[in-house]
């Protein structure tokens, strides 16, 4: 599901935050046992991960007065964990629909001065590799706390610094869409950059998110291999 607002819409969008849902204890012992071993497997390749805490989307509605209002409340990582290992399915029949936990993150279309987009390839993580991504992320209750809108728009300029060299801009960073899908929630931007798809090698970050950076037209993007997110989302650019 794709939810878009108009731009006067966008800028009147609240956030109510509601109380973390309770787990049963069965969950809570099966989550830990995964995380354990999550860690176990980290530190046999040299990682490192913690346990922090995650927004979740827990709907949308309209105030009184009509304005959109986006509900979230949080998670653990180890309940991503517990997604990616264990699989949504097998949650909820196990322990029920109040356990299907819906994560946030944010994504940002990068679009060149020559309407190029600007994706990244990440070659050495096992699910995404050889795939082509935006810059994204989990939205980190730990990095940047979210009470306003615009501290999700301060999320996404937060990512976009940290995996590439551009020193964004906020009238840059566009709220696009609301993307909702495989128990996952994608707050999307769109960023006009100012440099041409020439120059894009200048604002790679060595030792940082990307293997490499490269730009690509529309029609290409559509054709390219591509993380589940940016797969799913790209249809509606």
């Known amino acids: 599901m794709v939810i878009t607002f108009p731009k006067n819409e966008t800028e009147r969008i609240q956030i109510q935050l509601i109380p973390p849902r309770k787990l049963s204890k069965e969950y809570l012992e099966l989550r830990e046992s995964v995380w354990q071993d999550k860690l176990l497997q980290s530190h046999k390749h040299h ?24 509900k979230l409340s949080t998670i653990k990582y180890s309940d991503r964990i517990m997604k990616q290992i264990v699989g949504v399915d097998e949650i909820s029949r196990r322990f029920g629909e109040d356990h299907y936990l819906v994560h946030c993150g944010v994504g940002i279309n990068v679009i060149t001065s020559d309407d190029k987009f600007v994706l990244g390839r990440k070659m050495t993580v096992a699910f995404k590799k050889n795939k082509w991504s935006f810059p994204s992320g989990n939205m ?49 931007f769109t960023y006009q950059a100012e440099f041409h798809s020439r120059d894009v090698n200048q604002y790679f970050r060595v030792n940082g998110e990307f293997d490499e950076l490269a730009c690509f037209t529309k029609v290409e993007l559509l054709e390219l291999d591509c993380i589940s997110d940016l797969e799913y989302s790209k249809k509606y650019l």
């Not at 209750?141 to 009470?147: F, G, H, L, N």
């Not at 566009?174 to 993307?179: A, D, E, M």
Request: with cysteine.
């Open 47 to 70: 990682k490192t991960f913690w346990d922090g805490v995650l927004y979740s989307f827990e709907g949308i509605s309209q105030s009184d007065m009509g304005t959109p209002v986006i």
């Open 140 to 188: 980190n209750a730990d990095e940047v706390p979210v009470t306003h809108f615009n501290d999700i728009v301060k999320t996404a300029m937060v990512e976009l610094a940290e995996e590439t060299l551009i020193a964004p801009k906020l009238d840059r960073m566009i709220f696009r869409q609301l993307s909702l899908y495989n128990s996952y929630c994608n707050f999307e």
